[in-house]
């Protein structure tokens, strides 16, 4: 009760006072804190925070390099020594399509054995049994025609190749466009680059640059492009979280520089983190054994997401 209460601030009644005898009021505000007790024991508690937080960052550094040292450390699917993507399907008959393609491993069909199972092959594949009809096609995407249903178009006779290389960067596309051009100039090339720009941390604008710099020169020589830009490294089994969070986010952001410059060097632009990403996420069977190269049926996914594209710029280059 307040008449109890001893003034002057102490707190204290005049029953608490009865149990320490001898305490003065005097005495009992030396017991309290002082103003300097508090601060020094709320700056104590911020360093401790600020330390217990630095800790957190230094652990989670520690963590994520420690992924990073065990992603490398694993064992890859290598390139099939006997695996030479070069193959001619379809009728003899048929309208010729030379395709090739260009870029890292994917492109090369690292993590299967057989070449109707790279994505080129898939591709090829179906392309030379006949496709979607792309009438009303608009940025890479198949559309439909008012009044009419999808059918197919006419079957092709495609001659497809690939001059990709395992662990290609951006920066190695300059050669492979140079082996591209040798001999019969290439209608299509399909260009898969991006997942090693990210894993070696190449800044996302100087990838993208070199990116452009191919698209441009295959231009220039009368080639239709298409670009599937980097894949959802987010579903990439053989990175631990948050390891695999970290490429995810990298990833993306390459793979939007790419998008910008492709455009910009009159390229076509298939986004394959966001049209497979998810499948690739739900199934782990699109991945082979390594958990970080596509599988058979993950190459027949990219394949379908970058056929409307593919049939797009067939179709363009026959008209030029």
């Known amino acids: 009760m307040i008449g109890e209460r001893i003034g002057f601030g102490t707190g204290l009644t005049r029953r608490q006072r009865r149990l320490v005898p001898g305490v003065t009021r005097q005495g009992v505000r030396r017991l309290l804190p002082t103003r300097e007790a508090v601060a020094a024991r709320a700056a104590l508690a911020a360093r401790a925070a600020v330390a217990a937080l630095f800790a957190g960052a230094v652990g989670g550094v520690a963590l994520v390099a420690a992924e990073a040292v065990v992603a490398r450390s694993r064992r890859y699917a290598q390139p099939e020594l006997g695996l030479a993507v070069r193959a001619t399907l379809g009728h003899a008959g048929a309208t010729p399509l030379r395709l090739v393609l260009l870029g890292d491993s994917s492109a090369l069909g690292v993590g299967v054995d057989r070449v109707v199972d790279t994505v080129g092959g898939q591709l090829a594949t179906l392309l030379s049994t006949g496709t979607l009809d792309i009438s009303g096609v608009v940025s890479g995407r198949p559309g439909l025609t008012p009044g009419r249903r999808p059918g197919l178009t006419a079957a092709r006779r495609v ?3 690939s001059v990709g290389v395992a662990g290609s960067r951006s920066a190695d596309l300059g ?23 990210v894993t070696s941390l190449r800044r996302p604008g100087e990838a993208a640059a070199h990116l452009g710099a ?15 830009t980097c894949p959802d490294l987010g579903a990439v089994r053989a990175f631990a979280p948050p390891l695999r969070q970290i490429a995810g986010w990298l990833g993306r952001r390459v793979a939007d520089a790419q998008a910008r410059a492709v455009l910009a060097a009159g390229g076509t632009v298939v986004d394959l983190a966001r049209e497979t990403g998810p499948v690739f996420r739900a199934d782990a069977g699109t991945l082979c054994h390594d958990g970080f190269h596509p599988s058979a049926d993950g190459y027949r996914v990219w394949a379908h997401a970058l056929l409307p594209a593919v049939v797009a710029a067939a179709t363009a280059g026959s008209a030029s």
Request: glycine residues 12%.
């Open 159 to 161: 001659e497809l190749s």
């Open 214 to 228: 191919a698209v441009r020169r295959l231009r220039e020589a009368g080639v239709q492009v298409v670009v599937g």
């Open 175 to 197: 050669t492979q466009v140079s082996r591209a051009l040798l001999g019969g100039r290439p209608d299509v090339a399909v260009v898969l680059v991006g997942a090693n720009d």
